[in-house]
């Protein structure tokens, strides 16, 4: 019996790395929540992703036909987007981009969906296939649904209100009025939005109306309310009692006025009526009578000594809902119509002192226990020798219950009803003020739900939101009534301590028990519509109130800690810390610091030579950063910052043309003209719309050739969009281009796609070539790539070599190119030029 036995380890190794790539992918598009088709033009059928079946509500046996595809989509949307498809795509060539309802087929479920595709053609430039995405928007637009119609709620209780609403810059000019004000001064608000206040303001009231609106400005008022007279647009004038106030930003600076305005020429008569009243008793009672029944505001006449009623009119009858027998001979205690006992003892009080009150604003109870608002004035008469007290009162609920709903809108959280930002940082800014006089100890904690987007998206919009509502019920559970508890948007909440320790440790030992209380309760189980659920909470503490701070200043701190909190694992507090602020101070510096340097050109390429066989047949550019007091700063310490804040572009930009005038310099010598240089690209960079313009742009106005410029792209291109990226490497490879796939092994998406890449290299990271001596897996792995590229006709080139030995290993196992320490370090220009070309390269190159 005989037999041949083959290593077939590799190969195996191979598929299986390629499966796990594959795998790779496929999650990362489930984390993204994309979907992805494709349709045959000619045929009109189409394929699609499992993860577009699920946003589709559909399975495999779904028919993937035209007619199937207009099924799913919402009746309103069909015409609509078979036309766009039909005439826009199909008829203009143009890129699918639209977003568009869908009924999903399992459930009849409305959906919006963000639909992008991208025709492919055949020789002849006809249509033949449409590839593109999907991804589910509907908790997007339930957000914008939500926005709008809180707007409407907004502009609909200031049109609506009972009073005048006015906005007014402090120069006097109208920005913006309701139209019960426009009402009240006779113009449209047309009309008023090209006029001031000082124009409907008669001369003699004028000096008073600028006198409060320059103390509210500076700050010495807050509400002020006085009554004052307007020019109608008829030339009569009108009564209204006018609450002025600042609209403030969030750091307390004063935008502009808000004014309520209430018509009072009905109390204004009722005044005069009182007078009259007065006079009337005096002279004659059927004056009197006729004054004092035919008033549209109520009155009503009471003995000093027990409060009893004597007498009533109509109108106060009509509003506390008694008999005039029920009234007469009886006094409020007896029927109950003061709603606080204690107002109606102030007005007692006032009246004994001043024997007059003007505008007590209080609750009243009618006879079938309803609650109404009223505005009372009284004075001390005397009839027939008898001390009484004559009362006018007007109901005013209608403008009360305006000021509540427009406070709330201002001031609380429509979803969860707990204070907003708005009144958050107004109550920050109050506690600090207060803690400096006091010497109290506060903290503030910054609450984040740990993987409440997983939620949301998985569950959908509305748990996402009974989440949030349950949470800020247990959170309200955990404080004091004295406490502040607010949502700052989103799943991140705020808590504000109050009276804690006056020392600093003891303060910050009694916010921890309430953070841990905090966590533990969060981390219980939720039932939330039938579905159970879980969470955990994210908590940064910061304490204060023993030295000056903002309210901004405190609330960031907060932030920094609860960061630490998220990366310290989650479901945990972390207190704030000055080392923190010190990073954060220092990242922002550091920020600062690359932009000044882009602007200045501190930045500057050093070279590494690579080498084939020992001879030179190129070099990698390599970006470093000439800081005018750090002195020369290596890339590691500042491309990730780049990265973050989006500067990697004019970044990237610069070394690309950097490059270009290098490659043109050497071209003019014959030893150096056939040098390439390799340009690492960042996934950012590559995947600006407008990359191979850039690319062909630089190299044109270098003259450089385009051959001797190698792109080096790392595999974080290929997480998303394969088909751009292999678009736009076609179209540079079409000029001349070279590419190169870098650190290649280490990352999970190129193996799936490394047979549709138009690549010329591709490179062995350095970790791979450190440990090829020492560890049989990174020798493992170096031989499947270099196999592997071999299999696909692609030169190899090994980075980070630093040894004789590892050079000799990677030459067994068929790597001949190479570039790391043992052939050369990174090198200004000069001092490579002097290393590895001759003296009249050098001299062409620099004149170049």
Known sequence: MRGVLKDITERKLADLRLRESAESLKEAQAIGGLGSYVIDVATTLWTSSELMDDIFGIDADYRHTLAGWTALLHPDERDGVNRYFAEVVLGQGKNFDREYRIVRQIDHEERWIHGLGRLEFD???????????????????????????????????????????????????????????????????????????????????????????????????????????????????????????????????????????????????????????QDALQHSEERYRTAFQTSLD???????????????????????????????????????????????????????????????????????????????????????????????????????????????????????????????????????????????????????????????????????????QETAWRLKTCVRDTDTVGRLGGDEFVLMLEDLSELPEEAAAQAKMVGEKIIAVISQPYLLDGHKCSSSASIGISIFGDRPQSPNEVLQQADIAMYQAKASGRGTLRFFAPALQAAVNARAAMEQDLRLGLQAGQFVLYYQPQVDRKRLVGAEALIRWNHPSRKMIPPGEFIPLAEETGLILPLGKWVLEAACEQIAAWANHRQSAQLSIAVNISARQFHQPDFVQQVLAALGRAGANPANLRLELTESILIENVQDVIDKMKQLKSHGLRFSLDDFGTGYSSLAYLNKLPLDQVKIDRSFVRDILTEESSAAIAQTIISLSRAMGLPVIAEGVETEEQRECLDRMGCHAFQGFLFGRPLPLEEFQDAWLSPSVKSVASSG
């Open 298 to 468: 109520a009155i009503n006449i009471n003995r000093l000594e027990d409060g009893a009623y004597i007498d009533c009119n109509k109108a106060f009858l009509d509003v506390v809902g008694f008999s005039r027998d029920e009234v007469i001979g009886r006094n409020s205690l007896e029927l109950g119509i003061w709603a606080d006992v204690q107002i109606r003892q102030k007005l007692v009080d006032i009246l004994r002192s001043h024997g007059s009150c003007r505008d007590l604003e209080a609750q009243f109870r009618k006879k079938n226990g309803e609650l109404f608002w009223g505005l009372t004035s009284a004075s001390m008469i005397e009839i027939e020798g008898l001390a009484c007290v004559l009362s006018i009162t007007r109901d005013i609920s209608r403008a009360k219950a305006a000021e509540v709903e427009i406070r709330t809108l201002a001031f609380y959280d429509s979803l969860t009803g707990l204070s907003n930002r708005r009144l958050l940082l107004e109550l920050l800014r109050q506690a600090l003020a207060v803690s400096n006089r006091t010497g109290r100890m506060r903290a503030l904690l910054f609450l984040d739900l740990d993987q409440f987007k997983t939620l949301n998206d998985t569950l959908g919009h509305q748990i996402g939101d009974l989440l949030l």
């Open 123 to 277: 020789a002849q430039g006809q249509p033949i296939k449409v590839h593109g995405i999907v991804q589910d928007i509907t908790a997007r637009k339930r957000v914008e649904l939500e926005l709008r119609e809180s707007e409407e709620r907004y502009r609909y209780t200031f049109e609506q209100a009972a009073v005048g609403i006015v906005h007014c810059s402090f120069e006097g000019r109208f920005l913006r009025c309701n139209s019960r004000f426009a009402d009240i001064v006779g113009y449209s608000a047309a009309e008023l939005m090209s006029m001031t206040f000082q124009e409907i303001t008669p001369p003699e009231d004028l000096d008073e109306s600028e006198s409060v609106l320059r103390r509210v400005v500076n700050g010495v008022a807050g509400a002020t309310t006085w009554e004052k007279r307007y020019l109608r647009k008829d030339g009569g004038l009108t009564w209204v009692k006018l609450t002025v106030s600042p609209q403030c930003d969030a750091a307390g600076r004063a935008l502009y006025s808000i004014g309520l305005v209430e018509d009072i020429n009905a109390r204004k008569n009722a005044e005069l009526s009182l007078s009259a009243v």
